[in-house]
């Protein structure tokens, strides 16, 4: 309109034009009509209710490995699991008291050997392990193995929960190797 050479707009016309098409650009650009979070998928809020835990599951690292910087594996990563029947997602531990314990060699199902060391977490130590993800909730450890006495070619490691009445609920135990 502006650089039409037959006919010339007055100056106002022009002034007029480019006056209101920046009052719409500064006015509009911080406009919002729909809230902040418009056209998003809203997650559902994952709600694990009361009850008791039923059974917990653990995973840990396939091998140990080294995390002070000295010769030989000292450390591994578990995870654990509570399950509650009546939940499709595992829940978090709201009482109780959560160990996990290594025992040298192959898997220690009777619990009849001595353990080689244990771990115990409960309240808020166990509280700021708990990781909250889509799959529902789970506790994150890396657990640092005493090498006071040679570790063995594998480890067996147990998880158990006990319940704030005396119940106990063991993970199945597994089966880690040593690797030098």
């Given at each position: ?36 979070d ?41 995870r ?15 009482e109780?008291?959560?160990e ?25 130590v ?36 006990t ?18």
């Amino acid at each position: 309109m502006c650089g039409d050479r037959r006919k010339k707009p007055s100056v106002s016309i022009c002034a007029g034009l480019v006056l209101g098409l920046s009052w719409i650009a500064v006015t509009g650009v911080g406009c919002r009509t729909q809230g902040f979070d418009a056209g998003r998928v809203q997650p559902k809020v994952f709600d694990p209710g009361e009850g008791p835990v039923n059974s917990i599951r653990l995973f840990t690292s396939p091998v140990l490995f080294n995390l002070d910087g000295e010769p030989g594996p000292d450390a591994f990563k578990a995870r654990v699991y509570a399950v509650r029947d009546s939940v499709p997602k595992p829940v978090p531990f709201t009482e109780g008291t959560l160990e996990i314990i290594i025992f040298d060699e192959a898997s220690n199902r009777d619990q009849q050997d001595p353990p080689r060391q244990v771990w115990s977490f409960s309240g808020l130590v166990l509280d700021r392990h708990r990781i909250q993800t889509s799959i529902g909730y789970s506790y994150d450890f890396t657990l640092e193995i005493d090498k006071s006495k040679p570790l063995p070619d594998k480890v067996s490691v147990v998880a158990k929960f006990t319940q704030p009445d005396g119940v106990l609920i063991f993970a199945k135990p597994v089966s880690i190797t040593v690797e030098p």
